[in-house]
């Protein structure tokens, strides 16, 4: 009884200091991870996750949503650290000291995929913001992930560059509000071009029809940098957690991990490690 009584009232003074903002207090043994849809749906997580909690004993809870999400739950202190590729909103939350450490990990590329059928006539342009104004000339079907995320992000800045403002949803450009997998599954259905990470496209390629139209460009280049969420900012924040994982996607043998992962099963990396490379993103 008298163990427990001491137990209790160490996690009730440890509360109140926490509460008071005490740097000496231990942090909680769980991370909380906002990222990508494509992260999670490609199977990345799956594959580092348990080799971080095995090394450092954090255990992850990993929400998956859209770039523009992920980096909103940072900014207010609703997550330990971030991994996303929005790289214009990173650099402003960053500079804005939302951020403490904006750190490269790794990069792959967006693509434009469409049906087989291709009314569009895009197969063979190398220049995605001329085949989305040929998509838009032709009003052919168009799945956008209308959700803030960096692939849609990266979509509206090529509507700039094709010269068409950003279509709203009508006849046929459809806004899923969804992650990559599930935008990816509706424009399959609908027979319909959407723009979609290599990664994803390469984890479901058994699962649908579509076919890359449009890649290679310089401009269709998808960087992921990882960021601790400043904890001036939040009190709450794990910031020994987020600083542990930060340096975890960034060691060498994570490096090596994220550089072979995909060759088994596609025959390709899913995504190129970058870690310690000059950063112009």
């Known amino acids: 009884m008298r163990v427990?009584?001491?137990?209790?009232?160490?996690?009730?003074?440890?509360?109140?200091?926490?509460?008071?903002?005490?740097?000496?207090?231990?942090?909680?043994?769980?991370?909380?991870?906002?990222?990508?849809?494509?992260?999670?749906?490609?199977?990345?997580?799956?594959?580092?996750?348990?080799?971080?909690?095995?090394?450092?004993?954090?255990?992850?809870?990993?929400?998956?949503?859209?770039?523009?999400?992920?980096?909103?739950?940072?900014?207010?202190?609703?997550?330990?650290?971030v991994l996303s590729h929005a790289p214009q909103q990173e650099r402003a939350l960053t500079d804005s000291g939302y951020f403490v450490r904006r750190l490269l990990v790794m990069h792959n590329d967006f693509l434009i995929v469409g049906p087989a059928a291709d009314a569009a006539d895009l197969k063979g342009t190398s220049d995605p913001a001329a085949a989305l104004r040929r998509i838009a000339e032709r009003s052919a079907l168009f799945v956008s992930r209308g959700d803030r995320s960096g692939?849609?992000?990266?979509?509206?800045?090529?509507?700039?560059?094709?010269?068409?403002?950003?279509?709203?949803?009508?006849?046929?450009?459809?806004?899923?509000?969804?992650?990559?997998?599930?935008?990816?599954?509706?424009?399959?259905?609908?027979?319909?071009?959407?723009?979609?990470?290599?990664?994803?496209?390469?984890?479901?390629r058994d699962r649908i029809r579509l076919v890359p139209m449009v890649e290679g460009d310089s401009l269709l280049h998808n960087v992921y940098h990882v960021m601790e969420v400043n904890p001036r900012n939040a009190r709450r924040v794990n910031a020994q957690g987020a600083r542990a994982f930060a340096d975890f996607l960034v060691a060498p043998e994570t490096q090596r991990l994220i550089g072979e992962f995909g060759r088994e099963r596609f025959g390709q990396s899913l995504f190129v490690p970058d870690a310690g490379k000059p950063d112009r993103w």
């Open 4 to 81: 427990l009584l001491v137990l209790l009232s160490v996690i009730s003074a440890s509360r109140l200091v926490a509460q008071a903002g005490a740097p000496w207090v231990l942090q909680p043994r769980e991370l909380l991870l906002a990222t990508t849809t494509s992260t999670r749906d490609a199977g990345l997580l799956d594959a580092l996750l348990p080799v971080f909690t095995r090394q450092t004993g954090f255990a992850v809870k990993v929400i998956a949503v859209g770039s523009g999400q992920a980096l909103e739950l940072g900014r207010r202190g609703d997550a330990d650290v």
């Open 151 to 204: 692939t849609h992000q990266m979509e509206l800045d090529l509507w700039r560059r094709a010269g068409i403002a950003p279509p709203g949803p009508g006849a046929w450009y459809i806004e899923a509000g969804q992650g990559m997998a599930e935008t990816l599954q509706m424009a399959d259905q609908k027979g319909a071009y959407t723009i979609t990470d290599r990664a994803t496209l390469l984890a479901w």
